[in-house]
Nanobody, 114 residues
Framework: QVQLVESGGGVVQPGGSLRLSCAAR????????MAWYRQAPGKQRELVAN???????NYADSVKGRFSISRDKTLSTVYLQMNSLKPEDTAVYYC????????WGQGTQVTVSS
């Protein structure tokens, strides 16, 4: 069983930055695709950014130019660099990875508040 573990969430002021990380616990896997989703209170989970095994990335319009997704060279860890954070970025951020099936992390809270 693949267990994804996220880290890097926290509380930050508007305009600040955070970097989220996600990796499988205990083993290295070459995931076909990885992504970050987020879910704010009372809202549906939404795609923030995804990245393919070839490195191609896509972003939600709301984060373009502010967030950057990347993977390490083993293709087993995914990062989300979040800059110029806004209060509306406040949400639980979930890591997603695909092998033969889909896997999700437990989520990490990001709160943007002054």
């Amino acid at each position: 069983q693949v267990q994804l573990v996220e880290s890097g969430g926290g509380v930050v002021q508007p305009g600040g930055s955070l970097r989220l990380s996600c990796a499988a616990r205990g083993r290295t896997f070459t995931f076909y695709a990885m992504a970050w989703y987020r879910q704010a209170p009372g809202k549906q989970r939404e795609l923030v950014a995804n990245i393919s095994i070839g490195g191609g990335a896509n972003y939600a319009d709301s984060v373009k130019g502010r967030f950057s997704i990347s993977r390490d060279k083993t293709l087993s860890t995914v990062y989300l660099q979040m800059n110029s954070l806004k209060p509306e970025d406040t949400a639980v951020y979930y890591c997603y990875a695909r092998l033969i099936k889909d896997f999700w992390g437990q989520g990490t809270q990001v709160t943007v508040s002054s």
